[in-house]
Structure formats: C-alpha cells, structure tokens
C-alpha cells in the first residue's frame, strides 16, 4: 500500500493524509474569478443538456428525461446562485442550510425578485416534476426553462 501521507493530488490542489482530505491553501484573487466563471459556465452547460433531455423527453413520451431535465434545470439555477456568491467571495452554508443561504444572498444583494425566482424553481423544476412526476405541457415546461436560463444569464452580469 502506499503511502498518502503529505502527497498533493495536482488535479484537486488537496492534500491527502490517512484520516482526511484538507484543502490546500490558495490565493484567493484570480482563482475565485476563474472558479467564479467556471461555475457559470457549468450551469449554462446544464441548462443546454437539460433542454436537450426535456425535448427528447416530451418528443418521445418519456416522462424521466423530462424528469431528469427538470432536475438539471434546477441544478443550474443553484450553480449560477452559487457562482455570483463566489465572485462576492461568498460560499453557501453546508447542509440544510445551503438553500437559505442562496435566499439570504440574493436578498441581501437587493434581487428579492431573483429569490423568488429561485423558490418557483425549486417548487415546480425540484419538487413537482423531479420529486412527483407532475409533468406540465411542453409549452409550459419550456418557458420554465426560459425563465432559469434568464435567471443565469442575469446572475453572471
């Protein structure tokens, strides 16, 4: 077996002991920028394949692509909250409390709008498509969708 101990992974910047893996310390300047931008490049990503995974869904009566569309739809909506909180210098709280503290940035920012927006999301992209299957039709579900590639779009600005 080898040993772990003090090794530094290049690809993930953590070093690893045997009892657990701590951040590597880095400067905070650019690299929150880049990380920033990365965040907002994934949830534009998500976003795309999630639309492609709805239209295949309702085209070939498919209601889990729908499903998992919807999912990665609102996936996106958290990474783009999550991307405007890094380039604050920000992070969202761990756990149970990672969605309040989106809602507590947002709002705190002036954007009780986007807040809103967030929690519509969570209701019908989260919850009643994912969670319970209720699919509405493909009209609805793509303004929907619109409405969370806006929502990333403003965020990113």
């Known amino acids: 077996m080898q040993e ?7 690809c993930t910047r953590h070093r690893r002991s045997r009892t657990l893996i ?5 400067k905070r300047g650019v690299e ?8 907002h490049s994934l949830a534009v990503g998500l976003i795309e394949i999630a639309r492609g995974e709805q ?3 309702y085209c ?10 919807a999912e990665l739809a609102w996936l996106s909506a958290l990474q783009g909250v999550e991307g405007a909180m890094t ?13 309040a503290s989106k809602h507590t940035f947002l709002e705190s920012a002036g954007r009780g709008d986007l807040s809103e927006a967030l929690f519509v999301f969570e209701d019908w992209l989260h ?3 994912w969670w319970y299957g209720a699919l509405p039709g493909r009209e609805e579900a793509d303004n929907l969708f619109d409405e969370v590639e806006r929502f990333v779009r403003e965020l990113s600005a």
């Open 4 to 10: 772990l101990r003090g090794e530094v992974d290049a």
């Open 22 to 26: 701590t951040a590597e310390p880095h």
């Open 32 to 39: 929150a920028a880049e990380f920033s931008s990365r965040l």
């Open 55 to 57: 239209a295949e869904g």
């Open 60 to 69: 070939a009566g498919n209601p889990h692509l729908v499903r998992h569309g």
């Open 87 to 99: 380039r604050k210098g920000l992070i969202p709280d761990p756990g149970a409390m990672n969605l």
């Open 127 to 129: 919850e009643r498509m």
